[in-house]
């Protein structure tokens, strides 16, 4: 008798065929011997409906562990279920890999060793050519000279972004200030705009350009002249922040605008001056004449072949020597001396104690809950805080929580008005240079009061407040600043009661409103343009009084956010080119935090150019990445 030839039966999920294949069916199940585990036989049975024994055992081979788990298509639930929206993407299927082209996988490492501040060694370690490999079998980790090759066409196109989104901007300001770093010296810039449209801060890194010598007052200014130029923004900057070094000082009184402004006037008078002399000395006759050497005369520099943006001195900086220089003047009184002197040593024992000895910062940490910050020499908010940290655990845990700390430790808080107005000075999201007088001025006020209240800080806060006379007088009688305040929704005329400092902003206001006037028509002929100019005064006292007018709707409305400025175009257009300013130059000090973290110590021979351009890249990823 012959044998019945073997029925094929068919296999329940045809996508996974190549993994498995039916040997037999049983009732409601189906016997499947595993290809994968193959020379070994292995056989797995699975309900007809559901697929789940064969993912798992799949997941168990971790063959396609990168794939995750996989829905079954045939599954009743499925068929009962919506049909989901289509994807863009087409899913994979089990053995299948995503191949992404070379371009992809180098786009993405620059923007991993960009991103990560990683050196370009990165490259060259096995772990990562394996990780690469692992990931992309196909493909191949670039060269360290392929990856600058690219970041300097990445910079060069990021440049180009930066300026095309600065050239419809009106009014730019910028922040600079010089870096020292493993024996290089740098001169960082940043700048910074409101967009008209948003009334949004917008800020780029413009240079971390390498100054070689002595940071004199010449070599700063034509440094920083040549980066406004290479962005195109030199006529368009309103004021440049920085510190209160005398080299800076120095650049912006030589070359600054109003230096530039009595340059100009001299050498006009001198013109004027040596024509007249040559009037004179064409009447006589016979006088001999004089031949000299004109190159080394016109080679001179005399400080006219460039002209810097106005000056402003960093706010920040000035409280922070208020802090210090004229905080230390109330030493001068005996009882405060005595009481501050045993304050701080007490406290400077606790933090040298708990520094050098990691048992000492257990037990600080075992009895009062929290650590100690250990103050910085450069900057005075760090010692605020740190005292601010010691007073904290005496009030949540006691003053026997640190029995080595009187109470007069309690002194250090009558600068705490000084802590928070550096604080919000020195951002640079939502402060403008309007925030500068209702800060300084509320900071006063405050003082004031402390002062009165005060049991042992009098002499503290008496020499804080002349040193803040002193050195911010002149800033707090500026009319631009005043009107800078006042043309801030948030404050208006509400931050001072003054009535002398109010009218001299006003008068700022007014004499600087402009009206935006309609562009003659190019057919109009020259008679209508004398004629423009014969009532030009006529029409000039039009356009002011309906400037007036948007600023006394201004002032009158309620609303406190900086969108109304916007129904008042006059007033919208003198407000940001006031405000455009920071009053502090914390945002190239930023700059160079990241710097830091770029040039390290085991990096210490990389470029200038190479630095700069990865900082770049890093600080102004909104203006370009690698895709």
Known sequence: ?????????????????????????????????????????????????????????????????????????????????ENPVPSTS???????????NQTKVDNVVINFVIQSLQPFTVLEQPAFNA???????????????????????????????????MSSIEFIATTTDCWSARRRGFLGVTAHWVDPDSLKRCSVALACRRIKGPHTFDVLGSALNDIHCEFGIEKKIVRTTTDNGSNFIKAFREYGEQQQDENNNCASSETEEDACSDEDEQEEEGVDVDFIEVTPILMEDDGLQFQLPKHHRCAC????????VDAAKAN?????????????????GL????????????????TCKIQLIRPNDTRWNSLFLSVERIVRIIKDEGEGALRTVCTALKLP??????AKALNILQDETDVQMGWLLPTLTLLINKLERIHINSRYCKPLVDAVLEGLQKRFKDMMAEPEFIAAAILLPKFKTAWTSDENLLNLGLAYIKDHLEEERPHQSPGNGSSASDDDDFFSSMKKKTHGQESVKQLEGYLASKVDNKEILQSYPAVCKLSLKINTALPASAACERLFSTAGLIFSPRRARLDARNFENQLLL??????????
Not at 353 to 366: G, H, L, P, Q
Not at 618 to 627: A, D, E, G, T, V
């Open 413 to 418: 808080i009558t600068m705490g008005p000084l």
């Open 317 to 324: 900086h000035l409280l922070n020597l208020v802090a210090t």
């Open 131 to 165: 990780l690469v490999q692992e990931l992309q079998p196909n493909s191949r980790v670039m060269s360290r000279t392929t990856l600058r090759r690219k970041v300097e066409e990445g910079v060069q196109e990021m440049k180009r972004n930066i300026k095309q989104a």
């Open 351 to 366: 933090w040298n104690k708990t520094s050098r000895s990691s048992t000492a910062s257990d037990i600080i940490e075992e």
């Open 1 to 81: 008798m012959e044998e019945a030839p073997d029925i094929e039966i068919e296999h329940p999920w045809p996508y996974l065929s190549e993994f498995f294949e039916v040997v037999e069916r049983k009732n409601e199940s189906f016997i499947f011997k595993c290809l994968l585990c193959l020379p070994q036989k292995h056989t797995i049975s699975s309900f007809k409906n559901s697929p789940s024994n064969l993912k798992k055992h799949i997941e168990v081979k971790k063959a396609f562990k990168s794939l995750g788990k996989i829905q079954c298509p045939d599954s009743p639930s499925k068929r009962k279920a």
């Open 332 to 348: 001068s009184n005996d009882s405060y001396k005595r009481l501050s002197r045993s304050a701080f040593a007490k406290c400077s």
């Open 90 to 100: 087409r899913q994979l299927k089990l053995g299948e890999t995503k191949i992404v």
């Open 618 to 627: 890093k600080l102004n990823k909104k203006y370009f990445s690698f895709r």
